[in-house]
């Protein structure tokens, strides 16, 4: 049976929630199903108690996340975009991520902030975002991305049970794919990356939808006899440099790929380190495939014109092979 | 509500002791800091102490507090250790956390104190979810949370009274109201005169008192406790106190008019406290022995945390996250 990401999101957190009486959520909507139906049916199932609507506070909620969390409650907030997480940037920045470390390890925060992001449909500039390196710029954070629902559904499950602060994020053109979920999906390690797809000409790392668009990216260059090994981040933060350094090893040419504009996104930090850690390992210089330095436009036209996509992986990676 | 009960004189004394310590221990604050010993801005609550010690007279270890970014009071009023949380100031491997927090994140979880902010009004929020855990759990505590009045300018602030009414939180909200939010004061930052007003349109019962007057102070936070307790959700005490001493140590306060600072003694709660029990009977000569033995006991106490050792830099990259696994970032 096939499920879709949104099932399957409903369906590790529902077992979560029976798993661990310390798990909650909390939202805004989250009792009546969340405003893209990841929680439905969930506040009936686990009472009003367990599933929690918020007023429209994103600073107080996430607060409020972060101060039960310091007493042992394993909460998970939905902040429904992840350009609303900009209002609770004080407390992941200064509160959620910190407090471990300035208590001296005294206390800890387990919490799950699940967020959804990227452009699709023309959501605008304001609901389109990724934003996911200005979470990965902070020490006591984890940030975690999924591909698919497969990987959404055993990454969840591992953050909830993780004991740091951890912001998930969804991408809104990943909701309606379909998968079925193996019968025993052993959960992953969070910060341990996965190769999607093997491969010996040039390495593509990738996160999150744009993982879709190296695979895609892949087969299209199979046919042209180039064959391109992908790697499926997972944990942004951290990062595993060592299944990176184990397929560079076998490539020797890279090619980062993600949404968020590329001006100091991710791809910076990890061509930074794949230059100073694996320089010998260097065919050509590590490129990028990001989104050009401007807001999300509406019409769709405009968002296409924007949006990197398949093509410009075909094309970085026929550059570098070359 | 039922008229609180009044502190025998026995446990006033204890708690003109208490004053004692707090005012002690600001003093060493600031001494050492003039000196050059302690690292960073710390920010003293000398004057403000019946606050602390009348609240948390009411507290048990199980009950939560977070304070401000001028927490020294609190922390030690709950309960802290002396020496531990002074040595956390001076930044010590013996302090409170280990030398990572200092003056403005200090956090004593053995006795609930959850935490100092050093981000004004970050520390409601997270004082709500303290007693959401306590609500959610079934368990009997509740959760304190001290703030300024500089933390009403703040959305988060209305966000929490909001959340907390209609979550039916066991919440007490404290608010020092001490006239200055920095060193701006109070009418120039707010419109509204007292903080207690924003209680109301939310439904949330609340006070303003005078902060400086202990046994007011005591009777009023144990009633609106004993309200929590009952589960009637939250309240806001709204104290009514005075900063004696400037934003931060090294503060020249130009903002403040000479008659003003010379009005400063007349406000002073240990002077007051002192006064009240006088007049209960008290022998002078017992108080300043209190008074005196407060001092002793916080001045050995901060002679012993100056000659422990700082932390080993060796474990800078220690407390980062939960496992070591996850911490293999190169800076």
């Known amino acids: 049976m096939t499920q879709t990401f949104i099932e399957i999101l409903r369906r590790a957190l529902d077992e979560e929630l029976a798993r661990d009486p310390a798990v909650h959520l909390l939202g805004e909507d989250v009792a009546a199903g969340g405003a893209f139906g990841v929680t439905r049916g969930l506040a009936e199932k686990h009472g009003m108690q367990r599933v929690r609507n918020t007023p429209i506070s994103e600073a107080a909620i996430t607060g409020m996340a972060t101060g039960a969390a310091l007493c042992g409650l394993r909460p998970v907030l939905e902040i429904m975009f992840i350009d609303f997480a900009t209002l609770a940037l004080d407390c992941l920045v200064n509160q959620s991520a910190k407090y471990r470390y300035m208590s001296g390890g005294q206390l800890a925060v387990p919490m799950v902030v699940r967020t959804q992001a990227g452009a699709a449909g023309g959501a605008a500039a304001q609901h389109s975002q990724s934003l996911e390196a200005w979470f990965t710029h902070v020490p006591g954070l984890v940030v975690v991305a999924p591909s698919s629902p497969v990987e959404a559904y055993g990454l969840l499950k591992s953050a909830i049970r993780l004991g740091d602060p951890v912001l998930f994020i969804e991408h809104k053109r990943l909701y309606a794919l379909k998968e079925a979920l193996p019968e025993r999906a052993e959960l992953p390690r969070i910060g341990k990356a996965r190769v999607a797809r093997a491969g010996n000409d040039v390495t593509v790392i990738a996160y999150s939808a744009m993982v879709r668009n190296a695979l895609e990216a892949a087969d299209e260059l199979a046919r042209a006899g180039i064959s391109v090994e992908v790697i499926d981040l997972r944990s942004l933060l951290p990062l595993d440099m060592a299944t990176i350094a184990a397929s560079v090893a076998k490539t020797h040419r890279v090619v980062i790929a993600h949404e968020a504009v590329q001006n100091c996104g991710l791809g910076a930090e990890i061509s930074a380190r794949i230059g100073s850690e694996l320089f010998d390992e260097l065919d050509a210089p590590v490129t990028r495939v990001g989104c050009p330095f401007a807001p999300i436009p509406f019409a769709p036209d405009l968002e296409r014109a924007l949006l990197p996509g398949t093509p410009n992986i075909v094309r970085a990676v026929r550059e570098l092979a070359g | ?331």
């Open chain 2, 1 to 331: 509500m039922n008229s609180p009960a009044v502190p025998p004189v026995s446990d006033l004394k204890k708690m003109y002791g208490a004053l004692w310590r707090i005012r002690t221990f600001e003093g060493q604050v600031q001494r050492l800091a003039a000196a050059g010993e302690v690292p960073g801005f710390p920010h003293l609550s000398t004057g403000q102490e019946a606050v602390a010690v009348g609240v948390c007279a009411h507290l048990t270890r199980e009950d939560t507090l977070f304070t401000s970014h001028r927490g020294h009071g609190h922390t030690l009023a709950k309960g802290a250790d002396v020496q531990a949380t002074f040595a956390e100031i001076l930044g010590r491997d013996g302090g409170l956390c280990r030398g990572r927090g200092g003056s403005m994140h200090l956090v004593d979880a053995a006795n609930g104190v959850l935490g100092a902010t050093g981000v004004v009004a970050g520390n409601l929020p997270l004082a709500a979810g303290a007693a959401w855990a306590a609500q959610a759990r079934g368990e009997a505590n509740i959760s304190v949370v001290f703030f300024g009045d500089g933390a009403t300018g703040a959305g988060v602030f209305h966000e929490t009274l909001n959340l907390a009414v209609l979550w039916k939180l066991p919440l007490l909200f404290v608010c020092e109201n001490n006239g200055y939010a920095e060193f701006t004061s109070r009418e120039e930052h707010s419109n509204v005169k007292q903080v207690s007003a924003f209680a109301a349109p939310y439904g949330m019962p609340a006070k303003t008192i005078d902060g400086n007057d202990l046994p007011a102070v005591h009777a009023a936070a144990g009633a609106a406790i004993a309200s929590l307790r009952r589960g009637e959700g939250p309240y806001l005490l709204e104290c009514m106190t005075y900063r004696m001493a400037g934003h931060f140590v090294g503060d020249a306060q130009h903002y403040r008019s000479k008659e003003e600072l010379a009005a400063v003694k007349e406000k002073c709660p240990i002077e007051r406290l002192k006064r009240h029990l006088l007049g209960l009977g008290a022998a002078e000569s017992e108080l300043d022995a209190i008074g005196e033995e407060a001092r002793q006991e916080v001045l050995k106490a901060v002679e012993r945390a100056r000659t422990g050792p700082p932390p080993d830099p060796a474990t800078v990259l220690e407390y980062v996250y939960s496992s070591p696994s996850l911490a293999e970032i190169p800076g």
